[in-house]
């Protein structure tokens, strides 16, 4: 059972526009929503959350936004630049007492020039 | 600051055979779990530690074990590999503030022949 989709598998943006990655969720008991940005022989590392209460987060050009009632999230970059380009997780904690997240299967993001 | 430190990086096995992956988490990093990534199927939680103690385990057979250490040094063991078993295992660390911002290693890529 799936429970973090990112049903998008690859995205291809110009530089300078919006790129919009989407995420949807089937659990509600979800308390926060991550993206994560993983370069290729990297680990992952955490870009953004969103707290279950709120609706948008916001840092520089990256800002989430959360959309409980149809249990969707969002991601987008504003300007896109070329440094950009990596596989972006969308994932979910119900955190209590744990650092399990339930990842999505991720989009790989390309930003040419 | 040294990030959490994953050894060996890369290693081949055959099926059969067994294999341990090591965990150096950020210093003062008490929480550490472990993820597996595989193509298509995005990054599975494994299993996460706390003060040496187990608190989660995620859907793999038992071939899948682990263990953490005082100084907070983790370790995973899979016996008895399969060819499904080849994967990238990523080690994660955090303060466990359960708001899923975790500090991934750079990953063990392990091939199963």
């Known amino acids: 059972d799936q429970q973090v989709k990112q049903n998008s598998p690859s995205l291809s943006v110009q530089e300078g526009r919006i790129s919009i990655l989407n995420c949807d969720y089937t659990?509600?008991?979800?308390?926060?929503f991550l993206w994560y940005k993983k370069y290729p022989a990297e680990g992952p590392t955490f870009l953004i959350s969103?707290?279950?209460?709120?609706d948008k987060n916001e840092d520089g050009r990256f800002t989430v936004f959360l959309n409980k009632s149809a249990k969707h999230l969002s991601l987008h970059i504003v300007p896109s630049q070329p440094g950009d380009s990596a596989v972006y997780f969308c994932a979910a904690i119900i955190s209590y007492n744990t650092d399990k997240l339930i990842f999505g299967t991720g989009t790989r993001l390309q930003v040419f020039p | 600051k040294a990030g959490v430190t994953q050894t060996p990086r890369y290693l081949i096995k055959t099926r059969g055979q067994q294999v341990t992956l090591s965990c150096s988490p950020i210093s003062g990093h008490r929480s550490v779990s472990w993820y597996q990534q595989t193509p298509g199927q995005g990054l599975q939680f494994l299993f996460e530690?706390?003060?040496?103690?187990?608190?989660n385990k995620g859907n793999f057979p038992g071939r899948f074990s682990g263990r953490q250490f005082s100084n907070s040094r983790s370790e995973m063991n899979v016996s008895t590999l399969e060819l499904g078993d080849s994967a990238l295992y990523l080690c994660?660390?955090?303060?466990?503030?359960?708001?899923?911002?975790?500090?991934f290693g750079e990953g063990s890529r392990l091939t199963v022949l």
């Open positions: 969103i707290s279950s209460i709120k």
């Open positions: 659990n509600s008991m979800f308390d926060y």
């Open positions: 994660a660390s955090s303060w466990l503030q359960s708001t899923g911002e975790l500090f």
């Open positions: 530690y706390f003060s040496e103690t187990q608190r």
